[in-house]
């Protein structure tokens, strides 16, 4: 049984919509199904009725809701006390951070205020994936700062908001990039030839809405998964979207 199936089935019982609940968990509506299905299954008995709107729970889920909350709650707790034994005494501060921005964005940012940052021992982290999973690794006192954009897909469930603060650091400009070559040679009125990130990767989420309100201007051509390789097809001569930090942006 995988603990995250309680913590949707808490979702589900408080939202009474799949749909709305997958959007709360960040995970796509099928996915989500098949995680209470799989509980369900786990348990033995059906826990919701999907006949009804909005969505109840059965008799059998009635029973069984005290238990996960009571559970969720008591996990909750002891992994709080736990923390609290384990808090850095070094002055060690814990980031959880997207790979690109430890990358491309961190290393400038911490030598603009080298000064405020003295005395600190930094520790990035860019190993935990998934959005639940950033924001429970500061509700569970794993990380102190989460770096994340200010997007749809970024936030955290409407469930948790509110045990967060935010602080805007900078904005960045999602600009068209190509080879000055391919600018020159390219026909008028015909789609540019367009390299996509695969959807799978978090850019694709970036990029894909500005994508689809110009989808008659371009022709997807290729896509991967790696920024370096579209970062390289660009520089040979086709059209991408990028943030401005890329080195790409300069051609």
């Given at each position: 049984m995988d603990f995250k199936w309680l913590e949707d089935f808490v979702c589900l019982m408080d939202l009474g919509n799949f749909g709305a609940a997958a959007k709360a968990r960040h995970v796509t509506q099928s996915a989500f199904s098949r995680r209470i299905?799989?509980?369900?299954?786990w348990v033995g008995v059906p826990l919701f009725d999907r006949t009804s709107y909005p969505i109840t729970l059965t008799e059998p889920g009635k029973k069984f809701a005290p238990y996960v909350e009571t559970l969720l709650s008591q996990v909750s707790v002891t992994k709080a006390d736990f923390a609290d034994v384990s808090l850095q005494k070094?002055?060690?501060v814990r980031i959880v951070s997207l790979h690109s921005f430890a990358v491309n964005l961190m290393p400038s940012f911490f030598q603009q205020g080298k000064a405020d940052f003295d005395g600190l021992n930094i520790v990035m982290n860019t190993s935990i994936q998934g959005v639940d999973n950033h924001f429970q690794a500061i509700l569970e006192n794993t990380s102190d700062i989460l770096l994340a954009y200010n997007m749809q897909a970024m936030r955290p469930s409407l469930l948790i908001e509110d045990k967060f603060d935010?602080?805007?650091?900078?904005?960045?400009?999602?600009?068209?990039?190509?080879?000055p070559a391919l600018l020159a040679s390219h026909p008028?009125?015909?789609?540019?030839?367009?390299?996509?990130?695969?959807e799978q990767t978090f850019l694709h989420n970036v990029?894909?809405?500005?994508v689809k309100e110009r989808k008659q201007m371009l022709n997807q051509v290729y896509e991967s998964t790696l920024t370096e390789a579209v970062i390289q097809m660009a520089v040979q001569g086709w059209v991408s979207l990028g943030r401005r930090v890329m080195p790409c942006a300069e051609n």
């Open positions: 299905q799989a509980l369900e299954l070094d002055n060690t935010k602080l805007l650091v900078l904005k960045e400009d999602i600009i068209p990039v190509a080879a008028h009125n015909q789609p540019f030839p367009y390299l996509a990130y695969s990029v894909f809405p500005l």
